[in-house]
T-cell receptor
Framework: DTAVSQTPKYLVTQMGNDKSIKCEQN?????MYWYKQDSKKFLKIMFS???????INETVPNRFSPKSPDKAHLNLHINSLELGDSAVYFCASSRDRVEQYFGPGTRLTVT | KQEVTQIPAALSVPEGENLVLNCSFTDSAIYNLQWFRQDPGKGLTSLLL?????REQTSGRLNASLDKSSGRSTLYIAASQPGDSATYLC???????????FGKGTRLSVIA
């Protein structure tokens, strides 16, 4: 059973398009996150949601909009994709500030 | 704001050797610290979580230590194997917040 799952695993799209990445966790966690890993492999937090409410929003362009329909899901929608958005996006979840579990990542390539 | 640094950036050792990976963090008001492993093109696998009240945590051949006062953590790998080859990431939360701040990782190669 996959604890944190993401779809799609790979996403290739052209500049200017709008795309979404989905994330689901079946661990019963109350906090979910989106991280971005750039071409230099550096991981950085983008958003954090606790019980469906946004609690952290790092300096991320407003073209990125997280959506949490329920506690088990945190989707990432990206408008007007740019070349610099190419990266690997990781979803994660945790409960009560304990161990974070990561999804397998979505490799986004913008051409 | 938390900053995490890992040294060395890359390490190559012969199989069977014991090794230590280093991690330092600037904000010692952390409630835990987590070590991850990432294989090329793959996601992150959690290796060890050390709570702020603990000084070390062990899992098999891995031992992680935490010294909050000095802002340091180490990951000790005993009797290294080629299968241990991967990038090892250290991560600590910002004070009062749960999102993790990651170091840039140590890329480990264990040569058979």
């Amino acid at each position: 059973d996959t604890a944190v799952s993401q779809t799609p695993k790979y996403l290739v799209t052209q500049m200017g398009n709008d795309k979404s990445i989905k994330c689901e966790q079946n661990l019963g966690h109350d906090t979910m996150y989106w991280y971005k890993q750039d071409s230099k492999k550096f991981l950085k937090i983008m958003f954090s949601y606790n019980n469906k409410e946004l609690i952290i929003n790092e300096t991320v362009p407003n073209r990125f909009s997280p959506k949490s329909p329920d506690k088990a899901h945190l989707n990432l929608h990206i408008n007007s994709l740019e070349l610099g958005d190419s990266a690997v996006y990781f979803c994660a979840s945790s409960r009560d500030r304990v161990e974070q579990y990561f999804g397998p990542g979505t490799r986004l390539t913008v051409t | 704001k938390q900053e995490v640094t890992q040294i060395p950036a890359a390490l190559s050792v012969p199989e069977g050797e014991n090794l230590v990976l280093n991690c330092s963090f600037t904000d010692s008001a952390i409630y835990n610290l987590q070590w991850f492993r990432q294989d090329p093109g793959k996601g992150l696998t959690s290796l060890l979580l050390i709570q702020s009240s603990q000084r070390e945590q062990t899992s098999g051949r891995l031992n992680a230590s935490l010294d909050k006062s000095s802002g340091r953590s180490t990951l000790y790998i005993a009797a290294s194997q080629p299968g241990d080859s991967a990038t090892y990431l250290c991560a600590a939360p910002n004070s009062g917040n749960t999102p993790l701040v990651f170091g840039k990782g140590t890329r480990l190669s264990v040569i058979a």
